[in-house]
């Protein structure tokens, strides 16, 4: 999936074990996805937590913000507690939402990292793709969310 395309309505587990469809997070508000390969590596807490240090800035500009890798409830669960992280992350034990997405592997082997950027009616408006470069994650997408605001 790329700019332009609407995301179809998915539903996978959240850290709490509790299944969760995408459109509900949608909720008239644009949703910033981060695709990260696994939790509790250095990466991918960096993101997480940047993502964490960033989650006002994103609500008080009307988004949520998600998480989503391969790792489980409980993995998800115990990362979450350990870094105070303040949203959403599900489990994509399966790579379901990885392949909807279109999330490609990192030298064919590592999950990928990348970011989208859902508005409210369910159309990607912004993809940012790459595995080493976490803090242009987060300022992609918030430019993007901003943008959103200015319509």
């Excluded at 991918?44 to 409830?73: K, L, P, Q």
């Amino acid at each position: 999936m790329t700019t332009g395309d609407k995301v179809p309505n998915f539903t996978l587990p959240n850290q709490n074990g509790e299944k969760v469809e995408f459109y509900s997070i949608l909720k008239n508000r644009p949703v910033v996805v981060f695709f990260y390969p696994k939790d509790n590596t250095p990466g991918c807490t960096a993101e997480a937590c940047a993502f964490r240090d960033s989650y006002e800035i994103f609500t008080e500009a009307g988004a949520e913000v998600v998480g989503i890798s391969s790792d489980g409830e409980k993995s998800h669960l115990a990362f979450a507690q350990k870094h105070r992280l303040p949203y959403t992350l599900l489990s994509d034990r399966l790579g379901s939402a990885r392949k909807l997405f279109g999330v490609p592997k990192t030298l064919g082997l590592l999950p990928g990292r990348v970011t989208y950027v859902v508005d409210k009616d369910g159309m990607i408006k912004h993809r940012f793709n790459s595995q080493f470069n976490f803090g242009k994650h987060i300022d992609e997408a918030l430019k993007t969310v901003k943008r959103l605001n200015d319509r």
